[in-house]
Nanobody, 124 residues
Framework: QVQLVESGGTLVQPGGSLRLSCAAS????????IGWFRQAPGKEREGLSCISSRDGGTIYKDFVKGRFTISRDNAKNMVYLQMNSLKPEDTAVYYC?????????????????WGQGTQVTVSS
């Protein structure tokens, strides 16, 4: 069974940094476009960033540009989200997702496989 597992979420102070990891079992991440999403309480799940399986190209939503960086390590079958200059409004459950030929809009419906999420809390 295809499974994605996120890790790295924790409590961090405003201005701090975290690196989230996305691991996969039963399939090879490099064959898929991988996206990072988040969902805060009472809000819809929103796309943050995506990395292409074809050329490693990346896209970011404007509100995370310059603070978040997505990357992949194909040898380890891992995808990462480096998050810097974290703000309280970044508090959410963060999810990684895998899909094929994902369009730049990064909609939830464009992804086929999801992890269970990892909690990130930004607070002093």
């Amino acid at each position: 069974q295809v499974q994605l597992v996120e890790s790295g979420g924790t409590l961090v102070q405003p201005g701090g940094s975290l690196r989230l990891s996305c691991a996969a079992s039963e399939f090879t991440l490099r064959l898929y476009d991988i996206g990072w999403f988040r969902q805060a309480p009472g809000k819809e799940r929103e796309g943050l960033s995506c990395i292409s399986s074809r050329d490693g190209g990346t896209i970011y939503k404007d509100f995370v540009k310059g603070r978040f960086t997505i990357s992949r390590d194909n040898a380890k079958n891992m995808v990462y989200l480096q998050m810097n200059s974290l703000k309280p409004e970044d508090t959410a459950v963060y999810y990684c997702a895998a899909g094929l030929l994902v369009p730049p809009r990064m909609a939830v419906d464009d992804f086929d496989y999801w992890g269970q999420g990892t909690q990130v809390t930004v607070s002093s």
